[in-house]
């Protein structure tokens, strides 16, 4: 499944108050589906690696008052309870790593995600429960796998829903070009190789993941500003992705120095001179698919015939299998901005251009 579909299953699940269990490589995005789950909703979230927590911790230690046996309170159990006492709303909590955690502590986390109460505490009804976890070689399609896990007892397995998640390059993409902030080279670099965001090769330790690509994203706006030494940036990537993909980003970063025209310059020209359609047909499909969906982002904030019209003499300028995927984007995911294409004549003739028709 993909970011989205795991996505839209969790929310139904969660909405439906069953407890999803979310599995899928480190770094792939299990904690930022999360965050997009309770922003939507508009819940607060309260977050648990179980990796970090020891015996005893999540249960409270016991403590004897006046001949009777008490349980100190986890402070995430409490800042659930605080948040609930002054907010009408509710609460999404998010146990994580939940096979990375000794067994004993993982037995009582499964009080609390499935029984709603341990030691006395009681979850409110207001609170709404999802895990993950890292894939285990149980799993057929990770045989191969090495991560140290735990696993649950098949009783405990039974209880949960769950959804495999995959990396999905379109979707990270995407996501890289609104919330995420992701640097336009490294959007770049992985619309041309796809492949490599999530990247383990058997010749080195590191493995690229989409959380190791937006640490490369954050360290090059940092090195753009900073009188680094190219060498040190190289260094960093290969940290973060290894040293075959060190070796291509900064290549594809060399090869790519001279930014093609932005999205707002090519919106304030009256006319698109043949200089601006020689770079555009020129240019790299990658560079051309970052291109169409930066000026599909600024289209949103001028919403008008002009700017429609403007988008689409760009657009058709295009390869027209790269057009082809654009519109097919466009449909699907930006409903908001497609019917103001469709009124664009420019946009039509562009359409039935590359299907074929008169």
Known sequence: MNYKETLEAVELSLLSRAVPLIIGESGIGKTSLIKD???R??????????NLLKEGEIGGL????????????????????????????????????????DHSVQQELMNLI????????????????????????????????????????????DRFIWFNMDSDPKEWIRWGMEEGQIHEQVLQFISNFREYLSYNSEDEYIQATPRSWERVSNALKVFEKRNYEPKTLYHLVKGNVGTRLA?????????NRNPLISPDDLYEMDVLGQ???????????????????NMILKLRDRMTEKHGDRFSEVLNLMPKDLRISVMKELKSDYPDVYPLLL???????GFFDCYGRS
Request: glycine letters at 4%; proline letters at 3%; hydrophobic letters at 40%.
């Open 37 to 39: 789950f309770a922003k």
């Open 247 to 255: 070796q291509e980003f900064t290549a594809f970063l060399e090869e």
């Open 343 to 349: 009124n664009s004549d420019t946009f039509i003739e």
């Open 62 to 101: 016991p403590m004897v008052v006046g001949g009777k046996t008490y349980y100190a309170t986890h402070h995430k159990l409490m800042e659930i309870d605080a948040w609930l006492q002054n907010n009408p709303g509710r609460v999404m909590l998010f146990i994580d790593e939940i096979n990375r955690c």
């Open 41 to 50: 909703n508009d819940m607060y979230l309260v977050n648990i690696d179980a």
């Open 114 to 157: 499935l029984n709603r109460e341990i030691n006395g505490y009681k979850l409110s009804h207001r609170v709404l429960v999802a895990a993950a976890m890292n894939p285990t070689n149980k799993m057929d399609s990770f045989r191969e796998t090495d991560y140290q896990v735990v696993d649950m007892d098949p009783a405990q397995e």
């Open 275 to 293: 200089f601006v359609r020689d770079e555009i047909s020129q240019a790299s499909h990658s560079r051309l698919y970052i291109l169409a969906k």
